[in-house]
Each structure stands twice: as C-alpha cells, then as structure tokens.
T-cell receptor, first 116, second 112 residues
C-alpha cells in the first residue's frame, strides 16, 4: 500500500517568501507528526495532530510556523516570511494509533527547504 | 529533561564485522526506546523498539538492541555487517505526551 508522501520534495525560497509543505499520511492514520531535521542533526518535533485537532504545537519555533489538518487527513505546514535558519528537511510521520508515539511512526521522505 | 545521546557521528566497519552503534538516554521515567534507519532520500524506517517487555529486542535485518537500565543505554548491534547496512541510524526516546526525542544520528559506513 502507499506510504506517507510529501510534496514538494525540494523547495528553494528566497528569504521573506512564504512556503507551504504538504503531507499525505497513510489512509486511516489518526495521528500525524511534523518534524524539522537540520543538517547533521536528528529530527526535532514540531507539532502533533490527532485527526483534525492540533493537540501539541510546542515545537513550532516561532509564530511564523503554522500547521493545519482540516479534514483529518492531509496536512500542510506553512512557514511565513522564511529565514535562512528555516533551511532544513521537514519530515511528516503518521501512526494508526491516537495519542503519543509509543508505537511505530511511518515517515515520509521529507521536503528539503533551502532559503536563499 | 529527556535527552538521547549517540556516541560517534560516524562509524566504519568492514563487511562481515560486528556493528555496534551506541545510544544513551536520559529520562526521569522509564522510556520507550526506538532505533530508526534512514537511507538517502528516504524517510526513517523503524528497526526495533523497546516498550518495557523483554530487555533484548530483535528487529529487522538482523539487528538487535539491549536495554540496560543501570547504564541508561540502548546500543544497537548486528553480528555481521552487510554493504546494504550503510545508512544513518537514529536512536529515539518517548516518555509520554506526543513528543519523541531523537539523537543526532550515526552514519554507518561498510567497507568491502
């Protein structure tokens, strides 16, 4: 079956532009996570959705970052007025279980964002 | 605060040799622990997980890890490395809520 997909796979933005990153989770998965992975680092938690409810956004680095999952399936991570420090790979993961990731998360291939 | 430390950002082994990737965690409560593998241009894939059952956990592709509470460690091993094992490996910890904490990763190189 299809896994988690993300688009675009690569995005180059000029500083100050807004970007939108899309995540298509595995069909029927209740939980959806966004992570930011800087070069040479492990993924860092950004936010968590259970269906359409955003239950944890404590990892979003600033109010320029906004995520939504309006119908409980596809999610979009939006970054306004991009800065160079936003350059990273943005990973999406989904899980069939609600609540925290005590179980397995299924990761997408990521979107590599480069801000010039 | 919860943290995960992976010792060695790069590890190089010969094909057929033992693979040992080190992970230490810091947590005030018993964690769930995970090892993920990431191949170039692909998402992270779960290798194995510890959820407070058996302390020796077997995963896919011949990997296993042992939870040692006294050492706060969860090292990943494989008896005989294969060229296809070359990838980046991440150790991760979860203690509740919604947040998984990842280590910085260890890149494994396998020499022919």
């Amino acid at each position: 079956g299809a896994g988690v997909s993300q688009s675009p796979r690569y995005k180059v933005a000029k500083r100050g532009q807004d970007v939108a990153l899309r995540c298509d989770p595995i069909s029927g998965h209740v939980s959806l996570f966004w992570y930011q992975q800087a070069l040479g680092q492990g993924p860092e938690f950004l936010t968590y959705f259970q269906n359409e409810a955003q239950l944890d956004k404590s990892g979003l680095p600033s109010d320029r970052f906004f995520a939504e999952r309006p119908e409980g399936s596809v999610s979009t991570l939006k970054i306004q007025r991009t800065q160079q420090e936003d350059s990273a790979v943005y990973l999406c993961a989904s899980s069939p279980r609600p609540g925290g990731p005590g179980g397995e998360q299924y990761f997408g291939p990521g979107t590599r964002l480069t801000v010039t | 605060a919860q943290s995960v430390t992976q010792l060695g950002s790069h590890v190089s082994v010969s094909e057929g040799a033992l693979v040992l990737l080190r992970c230490n965690y810091s947590s005030s409560v018993p964690p769930y622990l995970f090892w993920y593998v990431q191949y170039p241009n692909q998402g992270l894939q779960l290798l194995l997980k510890y959820t407070s059952a058996a302390t020796l956990v077997k995963g896919i592709n011949g990997f296993e890890a042992e939870f040692k509470k006294s050492e706060t460690s969860f090292h990943l091993t494989k008896p005989s490395a294969h060229m296809s094992d070359a990838a980046e490996y991440f150790c991760a910890s979860f203690t509740g809520g919604f947040k998984t904490i990842f280590g910085a990763g260890t890149r494994l190189f396998v020499k022919a």
